[in-house]
């Protein structure tokens, strides 16, 4: 089965500092992968996705993640940290070419300080 | 931009009670699913739906629940006796097919007392 972990449950970064959420996955075979954020009581947003096309994926709000298949990882980075981009962010896993299930893992809380 | 839509946005009810949990899906989408979130924890699948039957269900998905698309528009998730480890956000999601990214509703609460 395929599974996703998200080293750190909270990161705390400075305004204007670098962001780096982890993610690895772990499939017998590269699956899709997917970010979605979510501010507090609210839904799901799509961040950005990998689909077997280029390993360097943007997503919206400056955000991108890295697809490292030798490192079956696939980390989530921004350059500057916003306020507004504090909220929980959630790495997902699906079979490649398939709409089966998203796999969640269990979230990473960004804050983000002045 | 297209949404999924849920309805309602909040629902308490009493412990034994059926409740029905409401999703619009965006009607170019095909597969459907139920997740839930149960508060600080993480997004758990319960059931995808596919061509008006199920294609794949979790062990939370047990015979309490149940799902339809009744008129080919609303996706509903119904919970026949409500428990109170039942009370979560649930979240409807949609997908076109399987190179796109799921799109989700904005949940409904649902709180059990």
């Known amino acids: 089965a395929q599974s996703v972990t998200q080293l750190g449950s909270h990161v705390s970064v400075s305004e204007g500092a670098l962001v780096l959420l982890r993610c690895n996955y772990s499939?017998?075979?590269?699956?899709?992968l997917f970010w979605y954020v979510q501010y507090p009581n609210q839904g799901l947003q799509l961040l950005l996705k990998?689909?077997?096309?280029?390993?360097l994926v943007k997503g919206i709000n400056g955000f991108e993640a890295e697809f490292k298949k030798s490192e079956t990882s696939f980390h989530l980075t921004k350059p500057s940290a916003h306020m507004s981009d504090a909220a929980e962010y959630f790495c997902?896993?699906?079979?490649?070419?398939?709409?089966?299930?998203?796999?969640f893992g269990t979230g990473t809380r960004l804050q983000v300080t002045l | 931009e297209p949404e999924v839509t849920q309805t309602p946005s909040h629902q308490v009810t009493q412990m034994g009670q059926e409740v029905i949990l409401r999703c619009v899906p965006i009607?170019?989408?095909?597969?459907f699913y139920w997740y839930r979130q149960i508060l600080g924890q993480k997004v758990e699948f319960l059931v995808s739906?596919?061509?008006?039957?199920?294609?794949?269900k979790s062990e939370i998905f047990d015979d309490q629940f149940s799902v339809e698309r009744p008129d080919g528009s609303n996706f509903t998730l119904k919970i026949r006796s409500t428990k109170l480890e039942d009370s979560a956000m649930y979240f409807c999601?949609?997908?076109?097919?399987?190179?796109?990214?799921?799109?989700f509703g904005s949940g409904t609460r649902l709180t059990v007392v």
């Open positions: 997902a896993v699906k079979p490649t070419g398939t709409a089966s299930k998203l796999t």
């Open positions: 499939s017998s075979v590269p699956p899709y």
């Open positions: 990998y689909t077997s096309a280029a390993t």
């Open positions: 009607s170019n989408h095909l597969y």
């Open positions: 739906f596919y061509n008006n039957e199920i294609s794949e």
């Open positions: 999601a949609g997908t076109p097919g399987h190179d796109y990214g799921y799109t």
